[in-house]
């Protein structure tokens, strides 16, 4: 089965800073990979995903990902936070059953 | 496009009434859809896959007599929280995938509390 890991539970960021959160993912095969964003009390919103090609992958946003198959890495990264990129983050892994492993979440604090 | 809806967004009940909720796919057909649980703080745990015209299939430690699952039709799911008692209370999140399958499409989820 297919396990995501998300080292950093809550990290602080200036505004107008750089953001990267890590993510490492336990899948036999070729993972599909997500990156969804969630504010309190709300729904999740897809940022980006990864099936297959150019491993640099562009999201919603100006967050962008890259897959490193070779580390079984998906950090996602953004050069310059706003102070509305506050939430909570998650990383997932898709197998071939269609089913979605999550990460615990990254709790992003901006800081004016 | 792909848009799912959850209905109701949020609902208070008495200790050991039964509670549904309505997951809808708006503007496509969804064979697959799923249901998930959410504790403050914590991350999302996947309850079961519903297909439709079949049964759900459950992730272990979940009791589908307590949490019935329904997918009449390619648009509609329900989850059905019977005798709901207050350690039920919880965000519970659906999605559903498009046809690819590999894509899930969350609804904004619904806040369940159990007095």
């Known amino acids: 089965a297919q396990s995501v890991t998300q080292p950093d539970i809550h990290i602080t960021v200036s505004e107008g800073a750089s953001l990267e959160l890590r993510c490492n993912y336990s899948?036999?095969?070729?993972?599909?990979l997500f990156w969804y964003v969630q504010s309190p009390g709300q729904g999740l919103q897809l940022l980006l995903k990864?099936?297959?090609?150019?491993?640099l992958v562009q999201g919603i946003k100006g967050f962008e990902a890259e897959f490193k198959r070779s580390q079984s890495s998906f950090n996602l990264r953004k050069p310059s936070v706003h102070w509305s990129d506050a939430a909570e983050y998650f990383c997932?892994?898709?197998?071939?059953?269609?089913?979605?492993?999550f990460g615990a979440g990254t709790t992003v604090t901006v800081r004016a | 496009g792909a848009v799912v809806s959850q209905h109701p967004s949020w609902v208070i009940c008495k200790s050991g009434t039964s509670v549904k909720i309505e997951c809808r796919s708006l503007?496509?057909?969804?064979?697959?859809m799923f249901w998930y649980r959410q504790f403050p703080k914590q991350s999302l745990m996947l309850m079961a896959t519903?297909?439709?015209?079949?049964?759900?299939?459950?992730e272990q430690g979940v009791e589908k007599d307590k949490f019935l699952i329904n997918h009449a039709s390619l648009t509609l799911s329900t989850l059905t929280v019977t005798s709901a008692h207050p350690e039920d209370s919880s965000f519970y999140i659906c999605?559903?995938?498009?046809?690819?399958?590999?894509?899930?499409?969350f609804g904004p989820g619904t806040r369940l509390t159990v007095l």
């Open positions: 999605s559903a995938t498009n046809p690819s399958g590999y894509e899930q499409f």
């Open positions: 990864y099936f297959s090609g150019d491993t």
């Open positions: 519903s297909n439709e015209g079949s049964k759900a299939t459950y």
């Open positions: 503007d496509f057909q969804a064979t697959t």
């Open positions: 899948y036999g095969a070729t993972p599909y």
């Open positions: 997932a892994v898709g197998a071939d059953d269609y089913k979605l492993s």
